[in-house]
């Protein structure tokens, strides 16, 4: 029987499935039989896990007090059960899949994962509202406000008014026999200029042989596939997938996890397949200081604290690499906000929640930047520009003026215990 | 939404809601007030488990008109001022995770979430926090830890419910036995009444002047008044945490080795028996030794030398009731899963009917109780599980929480179903002498009972009631009238 094998794992439930009397237990296998009609669509080329999503909408939030999408709304309407409710309702077409708010709740969401890190079945609720909108995108539904991020990836390969990958940036670098691919994320490119020259700094200081590629450059898509381009995202998958397999580099070094996530495992989700090894630079970093080939040993007498982006933290479960490479750096002094390592909090800027909800993204980015200020740390460093870059509007609108913390990326931090000029 | 079906439907539409929404607005803003379809849907449940059914059938327990999030016990009370110019039904809303429907808007009206109250002032000389109501358990719970304190009150829910809601309730957290039960934590509270004046009590350690009036606030389920600030207990981090764990062959042993326990005056924080079922259900498969026995878990929390007694006296006593020690595993293993609530999500979609019903009674009748509501539900047609627990404890008596769970035979719906399964445990408890409900409360489910419950007092609390709230605006449909004492759900 279907049901035996599928419970197992759970004895206690097969004994009793045993012991009921044979009407009561041929009623339980009927239920068992049948239960996939509660999350199954009849809406045409449907995709998305109603089973998931159905589970989420039974539960009763498990997550809620650390998903920042009900914090900060204090709306139940946005909190992660009742998004996968709303949703669930649209896939069983009880709601209408072109209701204007229920797909306002569908983009009240930043991707940060936290609702997976506490949900008792492993649920991201932020992944099915990707799925969701990409239901959207099939059905010409994406909200008008999102439209200029597609156009503005056909008129220049990213998601800024001015496209960032131009053959005259300084950053367009292109050593013969590179063995390196420093793929460069666009918001680094436009609003993280200084952790960029760090890292063109530590490659030229290690003689790594690199190259950027500007001239044939695209975003990597994630930020079109969180809004719900995904066929979008997935020509851009194969435009990065020949510009980099042609490059016939070794290695792909990316300074944004959202990068290095849509590269290495989204992709390949899509069966696109990037030949060279991808790495985030505080990987290859601490590999190098491992070799020995890298010795940041100038003192950097600062206090730091460290902000762990979601990608990362939650995302692959990784929050020691970075404390490894500050341990170190002679002179630097860690002190961890109270909210760390796994249980982070996100900056703000993720899934789009920047665009789709503007209000709500700044003030998350108060929140942590005010989380972040606890120790008052001379520098406040993390690995993700877009989280850097968060915190860089947040010190803008904060009202508090008793700070006065740097915003740095850890590559920054290296190249500085490095002695390296950039 | 025509393909939405509504279960409590209400009747009585708001005739001017423009009008309505247009006043709320001029007091509230436009960004803190909802008509929207999508909102009223989403504020239209709570965590009445039947629901979840509900839920996959398309089915909503009911439509609220108007959401209104306020941020001031002024605006509360303006707005409830308006609610009683015009009749209008208010609900307060914490995180909706209130098992029996106590927050759903059966009558349609005004769903007032409380979530913006969500200030925490420490007084760490007292030892006491003050909290807007609207907070979140496990935030505050996290900030305190932050500071060096905590509340100590760790319900299941902590994570998905509010102070406002444990107040409302009277809720018990996980570690009961020695923080206490909500209506042991809570010393004073800013509450708006139901015709708009906003009255604070005073916050002492102990009194005698006179009645102590906001205790009737205390499990008033919503239906006296909006409850915005609530100043409550706070404890030092403990110095240490005990674990033990006994299994027992015989339920009365362990019953009796409990309540010698607390009778000499010893207070773990953690007291948890599983019956067999239970103990197979969730140490089956780590604690092998378990099979066919009764599991009994302890977590002790405080200063070192008074845990490490504690733990001493509470293991003779075990031991003379012929507990077999099992070490600190099966307590871990609480710790790891304690908060792991899938199981709704995960059998919900098999068209079961299932629910836990909580209640309490003496300890003289504590094991005639557990073998009664278990036979009676097992008689119960359609009812294949039945089991119990008991995770609070005081020397005078016990909190059983049993659960069951089946399917509706030829012919019966899910609905009827459930509300057997109901009535046989309650009528039974009631029967036996025991209490209704120990810490859920009552909202539509329970409600039925209020009368039988209270005796003679329901006359007084519906007359409370009426003075309170002469136009019946707060949550109405719970807890007094007549009509919900022969409601059919
Ligand atoms: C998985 C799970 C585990 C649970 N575990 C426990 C447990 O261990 N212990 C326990 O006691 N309960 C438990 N519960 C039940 C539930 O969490 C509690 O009843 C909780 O107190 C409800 O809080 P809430 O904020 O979600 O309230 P809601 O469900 O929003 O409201 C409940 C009632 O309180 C009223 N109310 C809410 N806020 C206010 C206010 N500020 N002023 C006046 N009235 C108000 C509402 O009108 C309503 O009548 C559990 C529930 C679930 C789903
Ligand atoms: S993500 Fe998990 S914990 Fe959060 S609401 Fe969904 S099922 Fe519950
Ligand atoms: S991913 Fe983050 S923002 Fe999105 S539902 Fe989960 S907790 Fe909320």
Known sequence: MEIIKKFSK??????????????????????????????????????????????????????????????????????PQNKAR???????????????????????????????????????????????????????????????????????????????????????????NAEV??????????????????????????????????????????????????????????????TINNSKTKVVLTDCPACMNMLKSTYSDWGVKIKPKILHFKDFILDKIEKGELNPDKPVDKVITYHDPCIFARGLGETEISREIFAKI????????????????????????????????????????????????????????????????????????????????????VAESLGLNF | MENLKI???????????????????????????????????????????????????GTLPCLPDI??????????SKIIKLANENIIPIIPYGEGSGVVGSALAVNGGIILDTKYFDSIEINSTNMTVTVGTGLNGAVLERHLNEHGFRMGHIPQSIRTSTIGGYI?????????????????????????????????????????????????????????????????????????????????????NCLDAIRETLQARVNPGVIRIYD????????????????????????????????????????????????????????DHWFETRFKVSEASEFGPYDQVMDTIEISCMWDKSKEIYDAVINSLLSVPGIYLASGHASHFYSTGVCWYFTFSGIPKEGKDHLTLYNEAWDATISTVLKTGGSASHHHGMGVNRSRWMQLEHGEEFNLLQKIKATIDPNNIMNPGKLYSEEIQKRKL
């Open chain 2, 276 to 331: 067999k079922k239970e103990t197979e259900r969730h140490f089956g498969e780590t604690i092998k030794e378990s099979t066919n026995k009764i599991m009994l878990i302890f977590v002790f929390e405080g200063i070192k030398r008074l845990v490490n007694l504690e733990m001493q006296i509470t293991s003779e006593n075990c031991e003379k009731y012929n507990g077999i020690a099992t070490g600190e595993k099966p307590v």
């Open chain 2, 7 to 57: 279960h409590f439907e209400n009747k009585t539409k708001i005739k001017n809601i423009d009008q309505i929404t247009e006043n709320l607005t001029k007091i509230l803003g436009s960004e803190r007030i909802s008509v929207d379809m999508i909102d009223r849907i989403a504020y239209g449940k709570d965590y009445w488990l039947i629901s979840n059914l509900m839920t996959l059938k």
């Open chain 1, 10 to 79: 759970h004895k206690w439930l097969i004994n009793l499935i045993m012991s009921m009397e044979k009407e009561d237990r041929n009623n339980m296998l009927a239920g068992y039989k049948n239960r996939k009609k509660y999350y199954t669509s009849n809406l045409p080329d449907f995709e998305v896990n109603l089973k998931d999503l159905a589970k989420c909408a039974l539960c009763p939030d498990m997550c809620g007090f650390d998903a920042p999408c009900l914090l900060l709304s204090k709306k139940t309407t946005v909190s």
């Open chain 2, 67 to 76: 959401i209104i999030w306020p941020q001031t016990a002024k605006e509360v």
């Open chain 1, 181 to 242: 691919f420093y793929y460069i994320g666009c918001v680094s490119t436009v609003d993280r200029k200084p952790m960029v020259r760090a890292n063109i700094a530590l490659l030229n200081h290690l003689k790594v042989k690199f190259t950027t590629k500007f001239g044939d450059r695209n975003c990597c898509g994630s930020p079109l596939y969180k809004v719900g381009y995904k066929s979008v995202a997935k020509d851009l998958a194969q435009k990065n997938k020949d």
């Open chain 2, 168 to 252: 409302a309730n009277r809720a018990a957290g996980q570690f009961s036995g020695i923080y206490g039960k909500m209506e042991d934590i809570v010393l004073s509270m800013e509450i708006v009444l139901p015709t708009g004046e906003i009255i604070s009590s005073k916050t002492y350690p102990r009194a005698s002047v006179g009645p102590m009036v906001d205790r009737i606030f205390l499990g008033s389920e919503g239906t006296l008044g909006v409850v915005t600030k609530a100043t409550c207990k706070i404890w030092p981090m403990p110095e240490k945490q005990g674990k033990l764990s006994y299994l027992f062959l015989d339920l009365q």
């Open chain 1, 86 to 176: 709303s949703a669930l309702f649209m896939g069983m077409e009880r709601i209408p899949m072109d209701n204007p708010s229920a797909i306002s709740v569908l983009y009240s969401c930043m991707s940060c994962d936290a609702c997976k890190h506490w949900c008792p079945m492993d649920i991201s609720t932020g992944d099915l509202m990707v799925e969701m909108r990409s239901e959207l995108e099939k059905r010409n539904l994406i909200p008008e406000k999102l439209h200029h991020l597609k156009n503005r990836i056909n008129d220049n390969g990213s998601v800024f008014e001015k496209g960032p990958y131009s053959e005259e940036s300084e950053f367009n670098i292109d050593m013969p």
């Open chain 1, 330 to 413: 002679p002179g630097l002094e860690v002190k961890e906000a109270y909210l760390h390592g796994e249980e982070t909090r996100c900056c703000g800027y993720g899934g789009g929640y920047h665009v789709t909800n503007k209000n709500l993204s700044i003030k998350e980015g108060l929140i942590r930047l005010d989380q972040l200020r606890k120790h008052s740390p001379n520098y406040i460093v993390s690995t993700c520009p877009t989280c850097e870059l968060s915190f860089l509007e947040a010190q803008k609108n904060s009202k508090n003026d008793k700070y006065n913390e740097k915003i740095k990326d850890l590559s920054e931090i």
